[in-house]
């Protein structure tokens, strides 16, 4: 059955967390499996959202740590739907940071994350097409098909497969 297309910002989602010392390295920034944490949470409600079903997460691309977020910073972070393929989704999530007694924010970390959808017996099912709207949320629609098959050429270098686009 065909499902109904939603757009972006249906299923945007912005969480938040305050970095505390036990999310802290010893040099009291943010550790990186923290930040990566939180990426995966507010991916994950994004997905969820938009599928309104059971997702996981298949793969993470592209994460990039830009600047340190020290103890007491407050984070925003921020996930939407790039786009949707069959069974799989790519969301992008981005993480910004205010620190302790300023009001200045900056970027923190970002990833993009693949989620796939799955049906009541744990295996993949298809997700409801996402309608890019904004200039951004088009700009980003198409650079996540550029990286899917960027991912199935480096796989079928590695592997010595064909990269016709029909094979994941
Ligand atoms: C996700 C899972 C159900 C996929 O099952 P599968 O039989 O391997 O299914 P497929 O190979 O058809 O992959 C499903 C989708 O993921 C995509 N995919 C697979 N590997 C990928 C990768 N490395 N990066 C991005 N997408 C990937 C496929 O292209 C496919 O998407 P499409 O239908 O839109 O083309 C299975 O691998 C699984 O359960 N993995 C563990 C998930 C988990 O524990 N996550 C952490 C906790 S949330």
């Not at 059955?1 to 943010?30: C, F, L, Q, R, W």
């Not at 990566?36 to 997905?47: F, Q, T, V």
């Given at each position: 059955?065909?499902?109904?297309?939603?757009?972006?910002?249906?299923?945007?989602?912005?969480?938040?967390?305050?970095?505390?010392?036990?999310?802290?390295?010893?040099?009291?920034?943010?550790f990186g499996g923290y930040l990566?944490?939180?990426?995966?949470?507010?991916?994950?409600?994004?997905?969820r959202r938009h599928c309104e079903g059971k997702v996981t997460t298949v793969g993470i691309d592209g994460v990039r740590f830009f600047r340190p977020a020290a103890v007491g910073a407050i984070l925003d972070i921020k996930a939407s739907i790039n786009r949707v393929f069959n069974s799989s989704m790519e969301i992008g999530v981005k993480v910004t940071a205010t620190p302790l007694e300023q009001t200045e924010t900056f970027d923190v970390c970002h990833a993009y994350m693949t989620f796939a959808a799955l049906d009541s017996n744990g295996k993949p099912t298809g997700i409801a097409p996402v309608i890019p709207e904004t200039d951004d949320e088009k700009r980003r629609f198409a650079e996540a098909h550029i990286r899917r098959e960027s991912r199935k050429k480096l796989k079928a270098l590695y592997t010595g497969a064909n990269t016709s686009p029909e094979k994941p």
């Open positions: 059955m065909e499902k109904t297309p939603k757009t972006v910002k249906e299923s945007a989602t912005v969480t938040h967390d305050i970095v505390h010392p036990g999310d802290a390295n010893s040099y009291g920034i943010a990566m944490g939180l990426l995966d949470k507010a991916a994950c409600i994004a997905a």
